[in-house]
């Protein structure tokens, strides 16, 4: 396995989009989103995508120079159209602007249209934290799950990240999952690397369930009904609220690479301190933190597997397989951007 050290992939992947035309301030938020992603340990929507979007973005389905257009529409309230631009600084766009909201309104609420894909959804909610708000965020995907007792593939993975500060003001308490068991990039790395997905997380185009990669076309909701309750109501919220499409009409990630993603997201910010218990809030989920944790050392509060996996990796270096670091060499050399330097782990 190699390794890379987090400064020196942050770099790479700077660089490389700047030579799609990406501008160095844009380049850097993407850059750093999926640099932290890697650290979190969330290697599905970490560096390992930057081939992805460098195919698109080369291929003129994302735009490296998004003219992004934000309308406030009402006191809490706001709409970004993201020009298909790449959705990590899409969000991260409309995240600030759903925090400057709040601050004035005690809540802020932006509906985003013609993004793309954005990465792993933690990234804005802890965004709103280190900005001293809670932050809730969901966003939807192509068709990748069936419905609970369906057979095929209707709405996407959908995930949905909340967070709420703590005394830690970089380690919030964070929840960031899709509404299926797992997201469909697990089944694409593994795939990649060779590796194995255990049977009941995906199915067949049979609708019966699989552990064979090939066979997987789409995956199973969390908890049955619930995760297929969830995902539908988050569809509903970032596709149509924000005129998009939903489950089966939106473009897909990895076939329809001629076609713009047009996806919705829905941000969330809201002021702590507008409430009866904000004054004390950090103090009190970091004391239920503690509590919990009283109950034995496996037991983790959401968000600490991603922090301890950060402190791990910034010590012995964020691990690349071997195929992405190929893929990592041809692009390198496709861009004439000096590759990354790795080490052995």
């Not at 068709?143 to 996407?156: D, E, I, N, S, Y």
């Not at 569809?235 to 001629?258: E, I, R, S, W």
Request: aromatic share 6%; with cysteine; hydrophobic share 40%.
């Amino acid at each position: 396995m190699l390794a890379i050290s987090s400064d020196k992939l942050s770099l790479w992947v700077r660089q490389v989009l700047m030579a799609t035309g990406m501008p160095e301030s844009e380049a850097e938020i993407v850059a750093s989103g999926l640099v932290q992603t890697s650290l979190w340990g969330i290697d599905s929507h970490g560096v390992a995508r930057v081939p992805h979007y460098l195919n698109r973005l080369t291929g003129g389905t994302l735009n490296p120079r998004p003219q992004l257009q934000f309308t406030e529409t009402g006191a809490a309230t706001g709409q970004l159209d993201g020009n298909h631009g790449l959705g990590i600084f899409v969000c991260h766009f409309a995240m600030e602007k759903a925090i400057s909201l709040a601050r004035n309104a005690g809540v802020g609420i932006v509906g985003i249209s013609n993004s793309s894909h954005c990465g792993a959804i933690g990234l804005y909610t802890r965004q709103a934290c280190l900005a001293g708000m809670m932050g809730i965020a969901f966003t939807h995907t192509d068709a990748l799950v069936v419905p609970h007792l369906g057979k095929r593939a209707f709405f996407g993975t959908n995930p949905i990240s909340i967070a709420i500060p703590s005394r830690i003001v970089d380690r919030p308490l964070c929840v960031d999952m899709a509404t299926s068991i797992v997201p469909w990039n697990r089944i694409v790395n593994a795939r990649r690397d060779g590796s194995s997905i255990p049977l009941g997380l995906a199915v067949n185009e049979e609708g019966e369930d699989t552990d064979e990669l090939r066979e997987m076309v789409a995956l199973k909701p969390i908890a049955e009904h619930k995760g297929y309750a969830l995902g539908f109501m988050i569809d509903m919220l970032c596709g149509p609220l924000n005129g998009m499409a939903f489950g089966p009409h939106v473009t897909n990630m990895y076939k329809d690479l001629n076609r713009n993603r047009c996806l919705g997201s829905l941000m969330i910010a809201i002021d702590p301190q507008r409430f009866a218990g904000g004054a004390l809030l950090s103090q009190v989920v970091t004391q239920a933190i503690q509590e919990v944790k009283a109950q034995g050392e496996a037991i983790l509060f959401p968000g600490e597997p991603e922090y301890e996996s950060e402190t791990n990796r910034r010590e012995v270096g964020i691990p690349i397989e071997a195929a992405v670091a190929l893929e990592f060499r041809d692009w390198s050399e496709k861009l004439s951007v000096i590759p990354p330097e790795y080490v052995n782990c």
